[in-house]
């Protein structure tokens, strides 16, 4: 079975990159468009602990961060009774006229049905979520309702 590709979005908002990097690594302001709640230090080699809607917790590291230009996170989801997926993700930012060109690569992923699985789900979770931060940033309304918790 063939490796899984790498995800890659990319989206415009128009905010500046500051203000993109901070939504992506403050814990107040990530739980604004994405999370419950966030325990994240932006400095390389810090753990982090992330908790969505419903309970869901995941924990990872701080891989390497560039403000306001970069910030890669090691991403290690747990389930299928505890099993351990490791993959990274990557934040691109870069100006572009009063705003900001975010690109989010995700890679990592091998071959298996629970492969297959985990890149389905977090491909559609990166296009919802990032979807509305662009809403928060640019409008100041939250997108996510309390049925679309992730259990």
């Known amino acids: 079975m063939a490796k899984i590709p790498p995800i890659e979005q990319t989206y415009y908002f128009a905010v500046?990159?500051?203000?993109?990097?901070a939504a992506l690594t403050q814990p107040r302001k990530l739980t604004t468009w994405f999370l419950e709640?966030?325990?994240?230090?932006?400095?390389?080699g810090t753990p982090f602990a992330f908790t969505w809607r419903g309970g869901f917790t995941m924990?990872?590291?701080?891989?390497?961060?560039?403000?306001?230009?970069?910030?890669e996170l090691e991403w290690v989801d747990r389930f299928d009774g505890g099993r351990t997926?490791?993959?990274?993700?990557?934040?691109?930012?870069?100006?572009?006229?009063?705003g900001t060109i975010l690109t989010?690569?995700?890679?990592?992923?091998?071959?298996?049905?629970r492969w297959i699985w985990l890149h389905g789900a977090i491909q559609s979770g990166w296009a919802y979520y990032?979807?509305?931060?662009?809403?928060?940033?640019?409008?100041?309304v939250d997108l996510r309702h309390d049925s679309?918790?992730?259990n």
């Open 16 to 21: 500046p990159p500051s203000r993109v990097f």
């Open 104 to 113: 989010v690569t995700h890679r990592g992923f091998k071959s298996g049905k």
């Open 85 to 98: 997926f490791r993959t990274k993700v990557r934040f691109s930012l870069r100006k572009k006229g009063r």
């Open 130 to 140: 990032l979807m509305n931060l662009r809403s928060v940033l640019e409008h100041g």
């Open 59 to 71: 924990k990872g590291k701080v891989e390497a961060i560039a403000a306001p230009r970069r910030l």
């Open 37 to 44: 709640k966030a325990s994240l230090t932006p400095k390389s």
């Open 148 to 150: 679309d918790a992730l």
